[in-house]
């Protein structure tokens, strides 16, 4: 295999070390250097491999520059890795604008995939959707989060985020907000690590499940909610409206929209909305 004057994209473990690829590891062990976010971070990864290679450092604050240092050595023939701290380079983590500048200078890029987040939280989600936005980390203000979750509320497919420990409660806390307290969301954390948990309910029990547990807000989250409905979905159908309005004759409002829920398996509040609706009529 002739690497000359090639950059690879290497993705790498987001927890569990087994998961990197025999073709990752053939990579890391031939090219002339590693290109990789945290030089520290990514020795450790190379001890555990008995993998000895000469480190750059590739960041959000010197990406630009390295880039051209780096298309620099390509030029001379060098091989180059690309890897980041875990996972894929360029999704939500350093990487893109290095690979623009090198396939700008006419060079080769080769991807060598692996480990996603975003691709293992989907995987053992359960979510039947036709497709998936992948958002990436929302803004860390409150005001421009919640402007950018309502440029997204109307999507009709699984919407996909990163978020850190720290914002995670202010953050599904705008979901609620934004998207509706009904819409379900699969809280994926630690993925291939220890304390790996997935947990589904709606945006609006969210913050609740988060508080209980104080451990349940520590690690890396992946965070999916459930598409918008068709706009031109009725949210009770028909025949929840003709069961409701059956119940309602014999039974209290709430009573009747608990069973209405039970039995069509419409949401709670769309049923208690009409129902509202019905005692005003």
Same mark, same amino acid.
């Given at each position: ?97 290095? +690979?623009?500048?090198?396939? *700008?200078?006419? !060079? #080769? ?5 692996? =480990? ?5 939280? &989907? ?112 949210? +009770?159908?028909?025949?929840? *409206?003709?069961? !409701? #309005? ?5 039974? =209290? ?5 608990? &069973? ?22």
């Amino acid at each position: 295999m002739n690497h000359s004057g090639t950059l690879y994209v290497v993705a790498t473990p987001i927890g569990n070390l087994q998961d990197i690829t025999l073709r990752a590891l053939e990579v890391l062990k031939a090219v002339d250097v590693i290109a990789a976010e945290d030089t520290r971070h990514t020795s450790g990864l190379l001890a555990h491999f008995a993998i000895q290679k000469k480190l750059v450092a590739v960041h959000d604050h010197n990406e630009r520059k390295a880039a051209e240092l780096l298309v620099q050595r390509l030029q001379a023939g060098e091989s180059i890795a690309l890897v980041t701290d875990a996972g894929t380079p360029g999704i939500s983590d350093p990487g893109a604008v290095v +690979v623009q500048v090198v396939r *700008e200078a006419g !060079l #080769k890029v080769v991807p060598i995939p692996g =480990p996603s987040a975003v691709i293992a939280a &989907l995987s053992a989600s359960g979510i039947i959707a036709a497709g998936f936005t992948f958002y990436g980390f929302l803004p860390a203000s409150g005001a421009q989060r919640r402007n950018s979750l309502q440029g997204l509320s109307g999507l009709q497919s699984t919407l996909v985020f990163y978020e850190a420990p720290h914002r995670v409660l202010d953050s599904v806390a705008d979901m609620a907000q934004v998207l509706g307290a009904e819409r379900r969301l699969t809280i994926a954390r630690e993925l291939t690590k220890t304390f790996e948990t997935f947990h589904s309910c709606e945006l609006g029990a969210a913050s609740a499940w988060l508080e209980s547990d104080s451990n349940q807000q520590r690690g890396e989250f992946v965070l999916l909610v459930e598409a918008a409905p068709p706009q031109d979905e009725k949210p +009770v159908s028909d025949e929840a *409206e003709r069961i !409701l #309005k059956l119940l309602l004759a014999e039974l =209290p409002l709430k009573q009747a929209v608990k &069973l209405a829920t039970d039995i069509t398996g419409t949401k709670k509040n769309a049923l208690y909305e009409f129902a509202l609706q019905l005692k005003q009529e």
